[in-house]
């Protein structure tokens, strides 16, 4: 990478040489500025790109989407779009909602070609902006038709994969492109699919017809459409889980149809999230809302919210194996309260014209950790989740950030940034670098401090339910985005209780330092403890799945896969200490042959005992013998009741009556 990048700078240089540093003289200091059209070495002049206005653009664009090609996973695009003589600028989406991050894949845009009358019109993609594309209409032109193809991808090496051949993820946004100088609400679609013989389709989008595999629907402004993705399938099924009507649906494909096979139980904990949502917002600002659940191992995972849809998935057998389903029951909750909190009210940072205008996220604390909050806890009042499974997610979390040390050095706020930093890009050392999981999960923490700091200091007569409706429940069926900052966080809270609610939130999102400490005032307000034991119960085994295997709270690792590759080394760990980094293997411990039971029963051995651990490592050819003098035994979250102190989570977790 360093020889590259040497290389380049030294072409660029040279050739400034011949131009903008020729007349420089000796002892004269150069100014280096953006290179001018002169400098570029293109067919023609490359215009300015348009600056999005609230203003409509003329005409409908016809988008004809073929999927059929499932062996080849290539998704065939066709848009017929107006226009008029002169410059025109199409741009293909770039940063793209829910994302928070410039991640349109217009690297899997292929064969694009543009006509009008038969007759190509070459475009130009613009140097600084690599999602636009230039072209010049003749006159008398009145439609052009675009075509091209998204290959999609056949494994998550790189792309989420979102074609199989048994279903279909169709994400609007990565296959269209639409005219710059107009805002997305002023640019209307009209969208079609044709999709694989006797295949079946959820969608939050008004059908028209569909016939012979081919789905029209009604026209939307392309705000409207890339808010409304599509699950397609050969296996599908859908629920009414609307308990005050039948707006709100569940769609579900799968794999194999055995896998859609929900009991009425568990769709009734799906219809009572729907209301345990109404009686917490106390309004709804959609007039339909979808649930697309993917039960599967073949496409990609996500967990995406839209104003009237989500997209989601699960393994296949997250409903015939609803125990072991445990720590995922919440995904959907999530999602759902994204259609308040992220879709109609949204961080005016992030309330952005079109998809070429940067996002900030400088309040996905809010975005994102009220959304966990309210998440866990409308997983819990709707039986998704029991109050022990409850309490054991948020052990998890809370001896995550109780032993996080990159709070040394980097503050939640800071995390907020993580994304347009590079799209959830995995790290080796994610307890220090930390990340986006943060202003998910601590952020969670610090809303837990603000409910049980109001309702101690009300006398339990309010609480951030309080909140949720007076910020997310304004004007019950208006679904148009409002904006949102944090003085209007801020405000609203004191609206609930007056407190310098702004110096509270300031301290726990800037805290920086090695004085630094986790918010988990909100636990021991809530009348628990964080404890640790070497011992776990039946119900933590099945939520922390991986327990075994987890050794990060006693040496500071985590294994994984038949080889025992040692991962999430925890920055500071006793395994850290000894050196040891990513890529080694683990082949023994004491002598022994090395398994996740061998080496837990090791550390176990070895608990108040002055004798150290001896672990055979191998990285490729290299072998190390590393002892670690380690005696604390094994180590596992939870939380422990204080006895005296009122249960405020069984306040927050229980079930409200009504609105």
Same mark, same amino acid.
């Given at each position: 990478?360093?020889?590259?990048?040497?290389?380049?700078?030294?072409?660029?240089?040279?050739?400034?040489?011949?131009?903008?540093?020729?007349?420089?003289?000796?002892?004269?200091?150069?100014?280096?500025?953006?290179?001018?059209?002169?400098?570029?070495?293109?067919?023609?002049?490359?215009?300015?790109?348009?600056?999005?206005?609230?203003?409509?653009?003329?005409?409908?664009?016809?988008?004809?989407?073929?999927?059929?090609?499932?062996?080849?996973?290539?998704?065939?695009?066709?848009?017929? $779009?107006?226009?008029?003589?002169?410059?025109?600028?199409?741009?293909?989406?770039?940063? =793209?909602?829910? !994302?928070?991050?410039?991640?349109?894949?217009?690297?899997?845009?292929?064969?694009?070609?543009?006509?009008?009358?038969?007759?190509?019109?070459?475009?130009?993609?613009?140097?600084?902006?690599?999602?636009?594309?230039?072209?010049?209409?003749?006159?008398?032109?009145?439609?052009?038709?675009?075509?091209?193809?998204?290959?999609?991808?056949?494994?998550?090496?790189?792309?989420?994969?979102?074609?199989?051949?048994?279903?279909?993820?169709?994400?609007?946004?990565?296959?269209?492109?639409?005219?710059?100088?107009?805002?997305? !609400?002023?640019?209307?679609?009209?969208?079609?699919?044709?999709?694989?013989?006797?295949?079946?389709?959820?969608?939050?989008?008004?059908?028209?017809?569909?016939?012979?595999?081919?789905?029209?629907?009604?026209?939307?402004?392309?705000?409207?459409?890339?808010?409304?993705?599509?699950?397609?399938?050969?296996?599908?099924?859908?629920?009414?889980?609307?308990?005050?009507?039948?707006?709100?649906?569940?769609?579900?494909?799968?794999?194999?149809?055995?896998?859609?096979?929900?009991?009425?139980?568990?769709?009734?904990?799906?219809?009572?999230?729907?209301?345990?949502?109404?009686?917490?917002?106390?309004?709804?600002?959609?007039?339909?809302?979808?649930?697309?659940?993917?039960?599967?191992?073949?496409?990609?995972?996500?967990?995406?919210?839209?104003?009237?849809?989500?997209?989601?998935?699960?393994?296949?057998?997250?409903?015939?194996?609803?125990?072991?389903?445990?720590?995922?029951?919440?995904?959907?909750?999530?999602?759902?309260?994204?259609?308040?909190?992220?879709?109609?009210?949204?961080?005016?940072?992030?309330?952005?014209?079109?998809?070429?205008?940067?996002?900030? !996220?400088?309040?996905?604390?809010?975005?994102?950790?009220?959304?966990?909050?309210?998440?866990?806890?409308?997983?819990?009042?709707?039986?998704?989740?029991?109050?022990?499974?409850?309490?054991?997610?948020?052990?998890?979390?809370?001896?995550?950030?109780?032993?996080?040390?990159?709070?040394?050095?980097?503050?939640?706020?800071?995390?907020?940034?993580?994304?347009?930093?590079?799209?959830?890009?995995?790290?080796?050392?994610?307890?220090?670098?930390?990340?986006?999981?943060?202003?998910?999960?601590?952020?969670?923490?610090?809303?837990?401090?603000?409910?049980?700091?109001?309702?101690?200091?009300?006398?339990?007569?309010?609480?951030?339910?309080?909140?949720?409706?007076?910020?997310?429940?304004?004007?019950?069926?208006?679904?148009?985005?409002?904006?949102?900052?944090?003085?209007?966080?801020?405000?609203?809270?004191?609206?609930?209780?007056?407190?310098?609610?702004?110096?509270?939130?300031?301290?726990?999102?800037?805290?920086?330092?090695?004085?630094?400490?986790?918010?988990?005032?909100?636990?021991?307000?809530?009348?628990?403890?964080?404890?640790?034991?070497?011992?776990?119960?039946?119900?933590?085994?099945?939520?922390?799945?991986?327990?075994?295997?987890?050794?990060?709270?006693?040496?500071?690792?985590?294994?994984?896969?038949?080889?025992?590759?040692?991962?999430? $080394?925890?920055?500071?760990?006793?395994?850290?200490?000894?050196?040891?980094?990513?890529?080694?293997?683990? =082949?023994?411990?004491?002598?022994?042959?090395?398994?996740?039971?061998?080496?837990?029963?090791?550390?176990?051995?070895?608990?108040?005992?002055?004798?150290?651990?001896?672990?055979?490592?191998?990285?490729?050819?290299?072998?190390?013998?590393?002892? =670690?003098?380690?005696?604390?035994?094994?180590?596992?979250?939870?939380?422990?009741?204080?006895?005296?102190?009122?249960?405020?989570?069984?306040?927050?977790?229980?079930?409200?009556?009504?609105?």
């Amino acid at each position: 990478m360093f020889r590259f990048r040497l290389s380049t700078s030294v072409i660029a240089l040279s050739a400034l040489a011949s131009g903008a540093f020729a007349q420089v003289g000796v002892g004269t200091t150069p100014t280096i500025t953006a290179p001018s059209q002169a400098f570029l070495a293109l067919p023609r002049a490359q215009p300015s790109i348009p600056t999005p206005e609230d203003r409509a653009y003329p005409g409908v664009i016809r988008l004809e989407v073929d999927a059929t090609d499932l062996d080849r996973r290539i998704v065939r695009v066709r848009e017929t $779009i107006p226009v008029a003589q002169g410059p025109l600028t199409l741009l293909y989406p770039k940063y =793209l909602p829910g !994302n928070h991050a410039d991640t349109g894949p217009i690297q899997l845009i292929a064969g694009l070609t543009v006509t009008a009358g038969g007759q190509r019109l070459e475009w130009l993609r613009d140097t600084a902006e690599p999602y636009a594309f230039h072209l010049d209409i003749p006159e008398g032109v009145t439609e052009i038709v675009a075509e091209f193809q998204w290959l999609t991808q056949a494994d998550n090496s790189e792309w989420r994969v979102v074609m199989t051949p048994a279903m279909l993820n169709m994400q609007w946004e990565k296959a269209l492109l639409y005219p710059a100088g107009h805002a997305a !609400n002023q640019i209307t679609v009209e969208p079609s699919i044709r999709l694989p013989e006797g295949w079946q389709y959820g969608v939050a989008l008004d059908t028209r017809s569909f016939e012979n595999g081919v789905a029209i629907f009604a026209p939307v402004d392309l705000y409207t459409l890339v808010d409304s993705p599509m699950f397609a399938g050969a296996h599908f099924r859908r629920y009414e889980i609307d308990p005050e009507g039948d707006a709100v649906h569940l769609n579900i494909v799968a794999d194999q149809a055995k896998n859609i096979a929900p009991t009425p139980e568990q769709i009734g904990y799906y219809e009572t999230l729907v209301g345990q949502a109404d009686r917490l917002f106390g309004a709804r600002h959609f007039d339909r809302y979808e649930f697309l659940l993917a039960l599967t191992d073949q496409m990609g995972g996500i967990g995406l919210e839209h104003h009237r849809s989500s997209e989601n998935a699960e393994a296949p057998t997250f409903f015939t194996d609803w125990p072991k389903s445990a720590g995922d029951r919440a995904l959907l909750a999530h999602e759902f309260t994204h259609s308040w909190n992220g879709k109609h009210m949204r961080p005016a940072d992030e309330l952005t014209a079109n998809y070429e205008v940067p996002t900030q !996220n400088t309040l996905l604390w809010v975005y994102e950790g009220q959304t966990e909050y309210w998440g866990d806890v409308l997983a819990a009042r709707s039986g998704l989740h029991n109050k022990e499974e409850a309490l054991i997610a948020l052990a998890i979390r809370a001896a995550f950030y109780q032993n996080q040390p990159g709070r040394e050095w980097r503050a939640l706020q800071d995390t907020n940034n993580h994304n347009l930093l590079g799209y959830r890009v995995p790290g080796q050392w994610t307890s220090w670098m930390r990340g986006t999981s943060d202003y998910y999960n601590e952020s969670l923490l610090i809303w837990l401090d603000v409910d049980t700091l109001i309702r101690e200091q009300t006398g339990e007569r309010k609480s951030l339910d309080d909140f949720a409706r007076a910020f997310f429940g304004q004007n019950d069926g208006e679904i148009a985005p409002r904006g949102y900052t944090f003085e209007d966080v801020v405000a609203t809270l004191n609206g609930v209780m007056p407190y310098d609610w702004a110096e509270f939130l300031r301290t726990r999102l800037d805290a920086v330092g090695p004085g630094a400490s986790a918010p988990l005032d909100g636990i021991s307000r809530a009348g628990y403890r964080l404890t640790y034991t070497d011992t776990l119960n039946d119900l933590e085994k099945k939520a922390m799945s991986n327990w075994a295997s987890d050794f990060q709270y006693s040496l500071g690792f985590s294994l994984s896969g038949t080889a025992n590759r040692i991962g999430a $080394i925890r920055w500071g760990g006793p395994a850290y200490e000894a050196s040891i980094g990513a890529g080694w293997d683990l =082949l023994a411990v004491n002598d022994v042959a090395a398994t996740p039971e061998v080496l837990r029963d090791a550390v176990t051995a070895a608990k108040g005992v002055d004798t150290p651990i001896t672990l055979i490592l191998r990285n490729g050819s290299r072998f190390r013998t590393v002892s =670690l003098n380690y005696d604390g035994g094994l180590r596992y979250p939870r939380l422990e009741r204080v006895e005296g102190t009122r249960d405020r989570l069984a306040d927050i977790l229980r079930p409200r009556a009504s609105r």
